[in-house]
């Protein structure tokens, strides 16, 4: 956008993309649920302190998925996955993601706003398509 400000929509857009493209942390740990505090880790391979356990501080596909509010999955007409659409946002504003385009699309009350991602960090389209292919 040129010299006018971005929206709230726009920003809640532009979030999700900077997300996909370079990562989402993990809030909690995976293996004991309490919180993680990542100025306490001197890099990924530090422990959660409060078990001890060793993990990726980056959200995988799959882990992210299971925050979605909807998929849609693209298949062509052998029923092999293409592509999917993942409802991220409901009832005001409406976001999703769109790993064909490789899109962030936000609408609400007529308002509409997209951003392109380049890198799927936490690879959410290979965990639509094992998704996919599980049915």
Same mark, same amino acid.
């Given at each position: 956008?040129?010299?006018?400000?971005?929206?709230?929509?726009?920003?809640?857009?532009?979030?999700?993309?900077?997300?996909?493209?370079?990562?989402?942390?993990?809030?909690?740990?995976?293996?004991?649920?309490?919180?993680?505090?990542?100025?306490?880790?001197?890099?990924?391979?530090?422990?959660?302190?409060?078990? !001890?356990? #060793?993990?990726?501080?980056?959200?995988?596909?799959?882990? @992210?998925?299971? $925050? /979605?509010? *909807? +998929?849609?999955?693209?298949?062509?007409?052998?029923?092999?996955?293409?592509?999917?659409?993942?409802?991220?946002?409901?009832?005001?504003?409406?976001?999703?993601?769109?790993?064909?385009?490789?899109?962030? !699309?936000? #609408?609400?009350?007529?308002?509409?706003?997209?951003?392109? @991602?380049?890198? $799927? /960090?936490? *690879? +959410?389209?290979?965990?639509?398509?094992?998704?996919?292919?599980?049915?």
């Amino acid at each position: 956008m040129s010299t006018e400000t971005k929206t709230d929509l726009q920003k809640h857009v532009d979030a999700i993309a900077h997300g996909i493209q370079n990562g989402v942390k993990y809030e909690t740990c995976l293996d004991c649920h309490g919180d993680l505090d990542y100025a306490s880790f001197d890099d990924v391979r530090d422990p959660c302190s409060g078990c !001890e356990h #060793y993990h990726g501080l980056t959200m995988d596909g799959i882990h @992210y998925l299971s $925050d /979605a509010l *909807d +998929i849609q999955y693209i298949v062509n007409g052998s029923g092999e996955y293409i592509a999917a659409r993942i409802l991220v946002a409901f009832g005001g504003p409406n976001i999703w993601i769109n790993t064909q385009t490789k899109t962030v !699309e936000g #609408y609400s009350w007529g308002d509409s706003a997209f951003a392109s @991602y380049y890198d $799927d /960090a936490m *690879d +959410i389209d290979g965990g639509c398509r094992e998704l996919w292919e599980c049915k």
